[in-house]
Nanobody, 115 residues
Framework: QVQLVESGGGLVQAGGSLRLSCAAS????????MGWYRQAPGKQRELVAR???????NYADSVKGRFTISRDNAKNTVYLQMDSLKPEETAVYYC?????????WGQGTQVTVSS
């Protein structure tokens, strides 16, 4: 079992920045990759960024050059730095941990970008 706790969401003006954090606990040694997803009202959940355990990060095309995913292994924490935010990126952002064929989710953190 893996537990994930997100933090760092909030309200920001268009063009602003936020940094999300996701702290993992439990069977963290079994995590193959971690990622950030988002779900806007009435839309499907979509991948924003992903960081494998040993390997290249990947990003949704819409966030390349503006968002950065990183991790601090000593703190078992993954971050998502979001710059130049747009109103259409208002959504609940979820942290995900991939463990073999299973996926674990955090509770989500709301990001609201005002125009």
């Amino acid at each position: 079992q893996v537990q994930l706790v997100e933090s760092g969401g909030g309200l920001v003006q268009a063009g602003g920045s936020l940094r999300l954090s996701c702290a993992a606990s439990g069977s963290i040694f079994s995590i193959n990759a971690m990622g950030w997803y988002r779900q806007a009202p009435g839309k499907q959940r979509e991948l924003v960024a992903r960081i494998p355990h040993g390997g290249s990060t990947n990003y949704a095309d819409s966030v390349k050059g503006r968002f950065t995913i990183s991790r601090d292994n000593a703190k078992n924490t993954v971050y998502l730095q979001m710059d130049s935010l747009k109103p259409e990126e208002t959504a609940v952002y979820y942290c995900n941990a991939e463990v073999h064929t299973n996926g674990y989710w955090g509770q989500g953190t709301q990001v609201t970008v005002s125009s």
